[in-house]
Every structure is written in structure tokens, then in C-alpha cells.
């Protein structure tokens, strides 16, 4: 099997260790606006871009929408400190990049967070990693879970996005990936993310390689390890 033309990745819970670091910090805003976050806002929270997890706070604490831009502002800002004081990677992540330079595959980062953040990680936890480019929530007109990142992604590739193995940990990361025709590789983190056609399962980015994303190419149907 012929390996992927490229390879899409995305950052936050999937190549670095950052969804725990999000989670903190909608904690600590909504904490601020009177509201205890719990597991029943983890669908609002994670994997999701500012401005959805903004809007939830002010929709769960009886706010206005024209609170959203400080919440989102105040999201960002404390988000992006915890980045800066260090965001680790992924286990594997680090070995799986590598192969994929060694074997010449080109890949791409494709994230739901602000430009801002995904310049801090890049230029921080991720400087070794030769991506082609970077795709943030402020580069497409919808972020995920719409398809437009991915679409976008392989687009600027020059090839058919089911040509693309996404490499995702969220449920909407996912289904952005799978609406653009992606194969998808899902590593999840936080949430558990439901088995469909067209989607591969991995425990671990320490149990990948070239070979199985080469393989979710040729998946159609759910499969796990």
C-alpha cells in the first residue's frame, strides 16, 4: 500500500499534551464567572475553539453575547501562559514525526486553536518538526467540527483529501477530519470518540508508524487495536 500523500495532524491532545492544560484553564474562567465545571461540559470544553467553549460559559452562567469577546480573550490569555511555562508531547509523538521526515511524507498541522497558540507550541514543543504548514481556527472562515480546516489542508497540498490520513484525539476533531473525506487515525485523550466507517483506533502514537497510517487508506470500515 502506497503511503498517504500527506499527513494531518492536530495539535492539542494528539501531538501535545494540551488538553489537560485547556481544561484548567475553562475551570479557572468559569470558576470566575460563578460556574463549576464538570464532565457534563466536556463536549463544550474539549477539542473545541475559543469561541465555542466562550459561548458555553456565557450560556451556562446566563451571560451575553456581548461578554464573549473578554471570555474569549481571558480563555486565550490564560491558556496561552500555561503553554509557554511547557506543553509536553504526546508519548511517540516525537518518533512518529521523525519516521515520516526520514520516509519524505509530508505533513501539516491542523489545529482549532488560535494563531496565537499554535505559533507558541510550534515555536516551543514542536520546533523540531518540519511541518509544511500550519493551519489555525483563524485560517479557515468555520473551524472544527466543520470540514473547511482539513478541506483547506489538502487543498494547499494540491491533492484529494481522501488521499490524507488526520490524525486526531477529539471527537470533533474527527468529525471535521472525516466530513473533508479524510481516512482518520484516532488516538483519543480526554473523550472517547465513537467508531464510524472510515476510521482507524490507536491506544497510543507509540503504536504507529508509516505502515499503519498507510493502512487506514485502505479501512473503509471501523477498526481498532
Excluded: N
Excluded at 31 to 39: E, K, M, V, W
Excluded at 79 to 87: C, K, L, S
Aim: proline share 8%; aromatic share 4%.
Amino acid at each position: 500500500m502506497s503511503a498517504p500523500a500527506a499527513v494531518l495532524f492536530d495539535m492539542d491532545g494528539t501531538l501535545v499534551d494540551t488538553e489537560v492544560l485547556w481544561w484548567e484553564t475553562a475551570h479557572e474562567v468559569a470558576a470566575g464567572l460563578g460556574h463549576r465545571l464538570s464532565d457534563a461540559d466536556a463536549p463544550e470544553v474539549v477539542g473545541r475553539a475559543v469561541a465555542d467553549t466562550a459561548a458555553h460559559l456565557i450560556a451556562v452562567t446566563g451571560g451575553t453575547a456581548a461578554e464573549l469577546p473578554g471570555i474569549a480573550a481571558e480563555l486565550t490569555g490564560s491558556f496561552h501562559r500555561r503553554v509557554d511555562a511547557g506543553a509536553p508531547l504526546r508519548p511517540g509523538a516525537a518518533a512518529l514525526l521523525t519516521a515520516l521526515e526520514r520516509h519524505r511524507v509530508p505533513f501539516a498541522l491542523v489545529s482549532a486553536s488560535p494563531r496565537s497558540v499554535v505559533d507558541a507550541v510550534v515555536a516551543g514543543s514542536l520546533a523540531e518538526a518540519p511541518f509544511a504548514f500550519t493551519l489555525s481556527a483563524d485560517d479557515t472562515v468555520r473551524t472544527k467540527p466543520h470540514p473547511d480546516p482539513y478541506m483547506a489542508a489538502a487543498t494547499r497540498f494540491g491533492v484529494p483529501a481522501s488521499a490524507c490520513v488526520a490524525v486526531e484525539d477529539s471527537p470533533d476533531g474527527t468529525a471535521s477530519a472525516h466530513a473533508a473525506g479524510c481516512a482518520v487515525l484516532v488516538v483519543p485523550s480526554l473523550l472517547p470518540v465513537d467508531p464510524a466507517r472510515g476510521r482507524t483506533f490507536a491506544r497510543s502514537l507509540e503504536e504507529v508508524d508509516l505502515g499503519v497510517l498507510s493502512d487506514c487508506l485502505r479501512r473503509p470500515e471501523a477498526s481498532g487495536s
